[in-house]
C-alpha cells in the first residue's frame, strides 16, 4: 500500500494542482478527509481482526487441550404453558436427549451488533420477562455452524445430533481452523491498496471515451460512431507491471496470477483494439488486463490509476444489451469491485437495459456513480438535467441523496481528444471533469471502506456473536457440571473421610476377632480334650459309648480289642464335641464381623451375601470332590478307624512293665510320643505261655498286697524267702504255699481282667497320645496341642475369609469413593477453569465488538 501523505506535506503539494476552482478544492479536502477516514478504520478493523485471530486460536487450543467445546442447540422449551421470550430449551450435539432450560438474550446495539448470551434460567423468578430475542436465527450459528453440507439443516442437526462428544469437537475445531484462515483473508484484503471501478452503460454512451479521459490518453480503449467493445477490458498502471506496456489475455480456466505467466497470454498494447472489439468475443469470458504508462503530461494532476494513495484499475465493460445485461450484472456483483460508474447518454437518458441493469445491481452496490455524458451535445442543460434526476430519484434514490457527489455531467470527448493536442495538459481540463474525478476517487475511497472493510468487519462480527453464543453457552454447561462435581464432592467426601478414619479401627476389629476366636477355640479344644484324654486313661468312656460285655478269658484278646475301640471312639466323640463347640465360637464370631461390616461400611455398599455355613468346617474338601455339603461333616481324627492305634498288645491285657516299675517316680510313659508296642520289653512280647504265667502271677502277686510294690523289694522278698528256705520247716512248706499263692494269683487276675483291661488299654492309649515336655506331665500334649492347632487352623481359615470378604468389600468401596471423589475434583477444577475461560472470552468478544464498532 501506499503510503499516506498528509495534505500539508510537499510531495502532496506537488501532486496537486488542481486549480483554484473552489469545487475542486472542496472535493480534494473531502478526499484527504476520506482518506484519512480509511485508514484509521482500516487500522482500527486491523486490530480488532488480530485480536479475533489471537481469540479464536486460543478457543481452538483450549478445545483441544483443555475442554471439548460442546456445540448446543437451542429448542422450544417442552412446557409451552410459559414459553416466555427468550426461554429455550439447551441441549447439546453430543447428549441431545437432556436438555436445560436457559434464557437466551440476544441484543442488539446501536451498530446492530448482536450481543448474544445464555444464562441458566432461574424458576424462581419466572414472573420476571426475560430479555427479549430478536428473531430465531440469533440463536443460530452463523459462521461456525457444523452443517456437513448434507443437505437440509434440520437433517443435519439430526446428524450431528448422533455424533460423539469428540467427534463434534473435532468438526469445531475445522470450522474454527477455517474462521482463522478467512480472518487472515479478510486482513489481508484491508490492507490490499487497489480498487477496481467497472465503467458500463448504455450501448454508445461514450464509455470508452470516459475511460480515455480519466486515463489522460486520447486513444488507449477504441472509440467509435457504432457499438465497439465486446469484451470487458481492466485498465492499470504500468507500475504493477515493472513499467511496462501490455496486454494480459487472462486463460478463463486458471486464476489469474500476474506472477505466473502460464495463466495468460502477453499481446502488445497495440493489439488491444482488435481484441476488444472482436465480434467473437464471449462477453463471460475474463478481462483483458492492460497495463498502461501514465501520460507523461500534467503529472501534477496524475491519473486515477494511481492518485498517491491506492491504486484503481478502470474496467470498460460492453454496451448493455439484452445479452450482456446478465453477464455485466454478475460481474459488478464481484466483491472486488468497489464503485460502478454508470455511464448515460444525456441525449437518451436511460434505456430500458439501463433501468434494469440498475435495479440489478442497485441491490449489491446501492450508490452508482453517474455519469451523464455527451452533455455538450444538450441545448436545453437545465431541462436535460432535471429530467435525468428525476429518473435517477426513481432507480437509485441513495444515489440521488448524494447527487452532488454522484451525479456529473460532463463532456468526456472534450477531455479525452484533449489529450490528443500536443499543448494540452490536464490542468487545462475542464473544471467539471476535475470535480468528477475529485468526487470518483473520493467515492472510490469511501466504497473501499465498505467494499474492503465491509466484509471484513461483517465477518469478524458474526464470528464474535459465535464465539459469544459458543461461550456464553459452554459457562452454562461448565457451571452445571461443576455444581453437579461439587455436590458430588459434599456427598462422597465425608462418607470417604469417615471410612478412612475407621480403616484402622477396622482392622483392629478384624485382627482382634480373628485372634481372640482363634485361642478361645484353641483353648476350650486344648482343655476339653485334655479332659477327655485322662477319662480315657483311667479307661473310662464317654457318654453314649458303650463298654463291650466281658466274653470271657477265652475272647479277652478280642475284648481288649473292642475295649480299645471304645475307647478311641470316646476321643472321636470329643473330638467331634470340640469342632461343634469351635463351630458355635466361629458363628458367632461371624455375626461379629458382619456387625464389624455394618458399623464401616457406608450404607449403599452391598453386603456380603455368603450364608456362613458352620457345617461345611472341618470338612475334607479335597476328598469331597465338589459334592454339596449336607448336614453336620464330623471328620475329627477317625481314632477308632485308625490301625496303629486299634492294634492290641498283650500288655493291654496285663501290664507287667507298668507294674514293675510302678515304684519309680519316672513315669513309665515313653518321653516321646510312642508306638504302643514299644511299651513292652522286646524279650517279653512275644512269650505269652511261660514267662507271660509267671509275669500274671507275679502281677497278681504285687496287686494282691493291697499295693502296687516294685520288683526289687519282691526280689529282696525273694532273697529273704531263700533265706527262709534254708530252714528245714521253711523248706517244707515253701512249696505248696507257693503253689497255693500263684493260684489264688492267677485267679485273681483272671476275675479283674473285665476291669483291668479297659485300664490297661486307656493307660496305653493315653499314654501313646501323651507326651511331657518338659520335667512335669502334662506341660503340653501333642494329641491336644495337634487337635488345638487344627481346630484354630479352621476357626482362622473361616475367620480369615470372612474378614477377607470385608476388607475387600471395604477397599472396594474405598477405592470407589476415593475415585469419584478424585474425579468429581478433577471435573469440578477443570469446569471451573473452563467458566473463568470462557467469562474471559466473553469479556474478550466485548472487548473488539467495541473496536468493530465503525461505521463505514
Ligand atoms: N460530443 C461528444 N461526443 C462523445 C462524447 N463521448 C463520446 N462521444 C463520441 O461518441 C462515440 C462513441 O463513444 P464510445 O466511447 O466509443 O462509446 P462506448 O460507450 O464506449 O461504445 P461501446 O463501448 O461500443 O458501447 C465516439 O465517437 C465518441 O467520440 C461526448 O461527451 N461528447
Known amino acids: 500500500m501506499q503510503p499516506y501523505i498528509p495534505p500539508s506535506s510537499p510531495a502532496f503539494e506537488k501532486e496537486s494542482h488542481i486549480g483554484l476552482e473552489p469545487a475542486s478544492i472542496q472535493a480534494r479536502i473531502a478526499g484527504d478527509a476520506v482518506v484519512r477516514d480509511y485508514e484509521n478504520k482500516q487500522h482500527q478493523l486491523s486490530e480488532a481482526i488480530d485480536a479475533t485471530k489471537y481469540l479464536v486460536a486460543d478457543l481452538k487450543n483450549f478445545n483441544t487441550d483443555e475442554w471439548k467445546i460442546r456445540y448446543p442447540h437451542f429448542n422450544q422449551p417442552s412446557d409451552t404453558a410459559r414459553p416466555g421470550a427468550g426461554r429455550r430449551a439447551l441441549t447439546f450435539a453430543d447428549e441431545p436427549s437432556s436438555s436445560t432450560n436457559v434464557v437466551v438474550s440476544s441484543v442488539s446495539n446501536e451498530r446492530r451488533q448482536l450481543k448474544r448470551s445464555v444464562t441458566l434460567l432461574d424458576e424462581s423468578s419466572l414472573t420476571e420477562e426475560p430479555a427479549s430475542v430478536e428473531s430465531s436465527e440469533s440463536e443460530d450459528f452463523s459462521i461456525l455452524q457444523l452443517d456437513l453440507n448434507l443437505g437440509a439443516t434440520r437433517h443435519a442437526k439430526a446428524l450431528i445430533s448422533n455424533l460423539e462428544r469428540s467427534s463434534i469437537s473435532a468438526l469445531l475445531d475445522n470450522r474454527l481452523s477455517a474462521a482463522l484462515d478467512h480472518l487472515n483473508l479478510l486482513h489481508a484484503r484491508i490492507h490490499d491498496a487497489h480498487s477496481r471501478v467497472l465503467v458500463t452503460g448504455d450501448l454508445n454512451a461514450g464509455k470508452s471515451t470516459f475511460v480515455n479521459a480519466l486515463l489522460r490518453h486520447s486513444e488507449v480503449m477504441p472509440t467509435d460512431q457504432q457499438p465497439l467493445t465486446t469484451r470487458f477490458v481492466e485498465v492499470v498502471s504500468a507500475r504493477e507491471n515493472n513499467d511496462v506496456e501490455e496486454v494480459h489475455v487472462l486463460d478463463p480456466d486458471t486464476k489469474y496470477d500476474p506472477a505466473d505467466p502460464s495463466t495468460y497470454t502477453v499481446v502488445p498494447l497495440e493489439d488491444l483494439e482488435a481484441l476488444a472489439t472482436d465480434m467473437d468475443n464471449d462477453p463471460s469470458a475474463p478481462p483483458l488486463r492492460v497495463f498502461l504508462r501514465e501520460n507523461s503530461v500534467g503529472t501534477s494532476n496524475p491519473s486515477i490509476l494511481h492518485n498517491g494513495v491506492v491504486d484503481i484499475s478502470l474496467i470498460d465493460a460492453p454496451g448493455l444489451n439484452r445479452d450482456s445485461i446478465k453477464t455485466t450484472a454478475n460481474f459488478a456483483r464481484q466483491e472486488e469491485i468497489d464503485v460502478v460508474v454508470f455511464v448515460v447518454s444525456a441525449a437518451n437518458h436511460f434505456t430500458l437495459s439501463a433501468k434494469e441493469f440498475i435495479w440489478q445491481a442497485g441491490h449489491e452496490k446501492a450508490h452508482l456513480f453517474i455519469v451523464v455524458n455527451r452533455f455538450d451535445q444538450i441545448k436545453d442543460k437545465e431541462r436535460c438535467r432535471r429530467a435525468v434526476m428525476e429518473q435517477i430519484k426513481q432507480l437509485s434514490p441513495e444515489t440521488y441523496d448524494d447527487a452532488k457527489d454522484l451525479v456529473h455531467f460532463v463532456d468526456s470527448a472534450k477531455v479525452a481528444m484533449g489529450f490528443g493536442d500536443e499543448d494540452s495538459s490536464a490542468d487545462d481540463m475542464d473544471s467539471a471533469f476535475l470535480y468528477l474525478e475529485q468526487s470518483l476517487r473520493s467515492f472510490v475511497l469511501v466504497n473501499r471502506a465498505k467494499s474492503k472493510l465491509g466484509p471484513a468487519q461483517n465477518y469478524t462480527t458474526h464470528l464474535l456473536a459465535d464465539v459469544e453464543l459458543l461461550a456464553s453457552a459452554n459457562c452454562v454447561v461448565a457451571t452445571q457440571e461443576r455444581d453437579v462435581a461439587l455436590k458430588e464432592i459434599d456427598r462422597v467426601k465425608p462418607e470417604l473421610d469417615r471410612m478412612k478414619r475407621g480403616k484402622d479401627s477396622l482392622e483392629d476389629g478384624l485382627v482382634s476377632e480373628e485372634e481372640s476366636v482363634t485361642s478361645a477355640a484353641m483353648a476350650d479344644a486344648k482343655l476339653s480334650l485334655r479332659t477327655a484324654l485322662d477319662r480315657v486313661g483311667r479307661g473310662e468312656l464317654a457318654e453314649g459309648v458303650q463298654m463291650p460285655v466281658y466274653p470271657g478269658l477265652l475272647g479277652a484278646w478280642d475284648y481288649a480289642h473292642e475295649v480299645r475301640r471304645a475307647l478311641l471312639s470316646s476321643l472321636d466323640s470329643a473330638v467331634r464335641s470340640v469342632e461343634d463347640s469351635s463351630r ?273
Not at 464389624?596 to 476328598?623: C, I, Q, T, Y
Request: proline share 4%; glycine share 8%.
Open 584 to 856: 458355635g465360637l466361629t458363628t458367632d464370631a461371624v455375626k461379629t464381623i458382619g456387625g464389624l461390616g455394618d458399623r464401616h461400611l457406608p450404607a449403599d455398599v452391598e453386603r456380603s451375601k455368603r450364608v456362613f455355613n458352620s457345617n461345611a468346617m472341618f470338612f475334607n474338601h479335597s476328598s469331597a470332590k465338589g459334592r454339596r455339603i449336607s448336614g453336620r461333616q464330623y471328620v475329627g481324627l477317625g481314632l477308632a478307624g485308625n490301625s496303629a492305634l486299634s492294634t492290641v498288645s498283650v500288655s493291654d491285657i496285663f501290664d507287667l512293665q507298668y507294674h514293675l516299675f510302678l515304684s519309680d517316680s519316672v513315669p513309665s510313659e515313653s518321653p516321646k510320643l510312642s508306638p504302643l508296642k514299644d511299651l513292652i520289653p522286646a524279650s517279653m512280647s512275644n512269650e505269652v505261655s511261660g514267662i507271660g504265667a509267671a509275669s500274671l502271677a507275679l502281677g497278681a502277686f504285687s496287686m494282691a498286697g493291697g499295693k502296687t510294690v516294685a520288683l526289687r523289694t519282691l526280689l529282696e522278698g525273694l532273697v529273704q524267702l531263700s533265706e527262709l528256705a534254708s530252714n528245714p520247716v521253711v523248706r517244707k512248706w515253701a512249696g505248696p504255699a507257693v503253689g497255693a499263692i500263684a493260684v489264688g494269683a492267677i485267679a485273681y487276675v483272671v476275675y479283674e481282667l473285665p476291669r483291668s483291661i479297659p485300664r490297661n488299654v486307656g493307660r496305653h492309649i493315653r499314654a501313646e497320645l501323651l507326651i511331657t515336655s518338659g520335667a512335669q506331665e502334662g506341660d503340653e500334649t501333642p494329641f491336644c496341642e495337634a487337635e488345638a492347632e487344627r481346630i484354630g487352623r479352621e476357626v482362622r481359615k473361616v475367620m480369615r475369609l470372612a474378614a477377607w470378604d470385608l476388607r475387600e468389600r471395604f477397599r472396594a468401596a474405598l477405592e470407589v469413593r476415593n475415585e469419584i471423589v478424585r474425579q468429581s475434583e478433577e471435573t469440578a477444577e477443570r469446569a471451573s477453569r473452563a467458566l473463568e475461560w470462557f467469562t474471559e472470552v466473553e469479556q474478550r468478544v466485548d472487548l473488539i465488538r467495541g473496536q468493530l464498532g465503525l461505521r463505514l
